[in-house]
């Protein structure tokens, strides 16, 4: 029988415009993160059994690199890439090594230090792991660079096309997320905006305005994963969350069916969301906080669907109902998401976990949601992988 897997402690660092933060380097990132997450556990690093690493950007073994600076004690270090998947990936596979038994503590850390601008590739000589998806949209949508605008660009546009989703209500999604980063301390961007802002400001790629993508950032975030006996062994039944469902998912077949939205991975966030509810019994109606890669407007809107918070097509109702904000059904970002939250890839995983953790705990300050029992994580990268958790109080 598998092992219940616990999150016990998380941290993070702020997210912060590439750059901005002088002598900030990746291990200084990973040692702030790491060192919050055992603080909040209450453990030494030389409790953990295994980590599990998550960056994109970097050169091999940059996570013994980094997870050094929390200490050396040869256990083993796994180095994890999944695009923007990487830190939820980092988080999966330290749920494994839980749930398997090989470890009653492990550490899932990610971090990113990026560069400002659009996200290029770094191998030129090679084929690229994206030339299908690319090819497949182009068959489809006029081409234009950088890349990822431009998918899920023409995924916002099929959307419309073929439900009557509007532009506004695609900004509307920016300025709530905006709206709500105003009260996270660790976001990059905790500026308000009017809706007339959101539209208004730089076109990226039709409908997508500058304020409804994600940028690039550095920051870093962690998280402690444990199983039943080390929380019992170690008292901390007060302050554990437990991981009740998670899925990761690769690309189908059907990514490459004529549909944009498949491309950009509605599929495989689907077919996630459908093994997690699975193995939680739990279903959309029964979480009540939700963190989701809304790396632009339209794939938070196109996330709603695949979660099955709505049926195809009903995702711009949603919107327009304020179902997806505080005082509605479901509080969908509190963090303010990727939009605004910020976006260093390999960390993105680690910091919504951190959220819902802080949600569960009731513990999230002004994010706070009421009366929060159950919450969900997704993150997706293209090329591809999507992973879905939900999370629970653990029983008292």
């Not at 409790?47 to 040869?74: D, I, K, P, W």
């Not at 302050?239 to 509605?266: C, H, L, P, R, W």
Request: contains cysteine; charged residues 20%.
């Amino acid at each position: 029988m598998a092992n219940k897997v616990y999150v016990v402690g998380v941290g993070m660092t702020k997210f912060e415009k590439p750059g901005r933060r002088e002598d900030w380097d990746y291990p200084q990132m990973a040692k702030e993160a790491g060192t919050k997450a055992l603080a909040d556990a209450g453990i030494a690093y030389d409790e953990v059994q295994q980590a599990y690493v998550g960056y994109v950007y970097g050169e091999s073994t940059s996570g013994q690199r980094a997870v050094y600076e929390l200490g050396m004690t040869g256990i083993p270090v796994v180095n994890v890439n999944n695009n923007c998947s990487t830190g939820s990936t980092a988080l999966y596979l330290a749920a494994q090594a839980v749930k398997s038994g090989q470890a009653d503590c492990a550490l899932a850390l990610g971090f990113e230090k990026m560069k400002p601008g659009s996200l290029g590739s770094t191998y030129d000589d090679r084929e690229q792991p994206m030339g299908n998806h690319l090819q497949a949209l182009a068959e489809i949508s006029e081409v234009l660079f950088p890349p990822a605008p431009w998918m899920f660009g023409a995924a916002g546009r099929e959307h419309m096309k073929t439900y009557g989703t509007t532009a506004e209500q695609f900004a509307k999604i920016g300025e709530k997320n905006h709206r709500h980063s105003v009260n996270n301390p660790y976001a990059q961007f905790q500026d308000v905006y009017t809706l007339d802002d959101i539209l208004g400001s730089r076109m990226i790629y039709d409908p997508l305005t500058k304020l409804q993508c994600s940028p690039t950032s550095d920051g870093s975030g962690a998280a402690i994963l444990a199983s039943e006996a080390f929380v019992e062994s170690h008292g901390l039944a007060g302050q554990a969350v437990e991981i009740v469902g998670q899925a990761m998912t690769t690309d189908y077949k059907s990514t490459f069916d004529g549909s944009a939205k498949n491309i950009v991975g509605y599929d495989m966030t689907k077919q996630a969301a459908l093994k997690v509810y699975d193995q939680s019994g739990l279903g959309p109606d029964d979480f009540q906080v939700i963190e989701l890669h809304d790396c632009f407007s339209a794939n938070e809107l196109l996330t709603y669907e695949a979660l099955g918070l709505c049926a195809e097509g009903e995702g711009g109702k949603l919107v327009d109902n304020n179902e997806t904000t505080y005082g509605g059904k479901w509080v969908v970002n509190p963090s303010g998401g990727l939009i605004s939250k910020g976006h260093p890839l390999g960390a993105t995983g680690l910091a919504q976990c951190a959220e819902m953790t802080w949600q569960l705990r009731g513990t999230a300050d002004k994010r706070q949601v009421d009366d929060v029992t159950a919450t969900l994580q997704h993150n997706i990268g293209l090329g591809g992988a999507a992973v879905v958790t939900a999370y629970q109080r653990a029983e008292r």
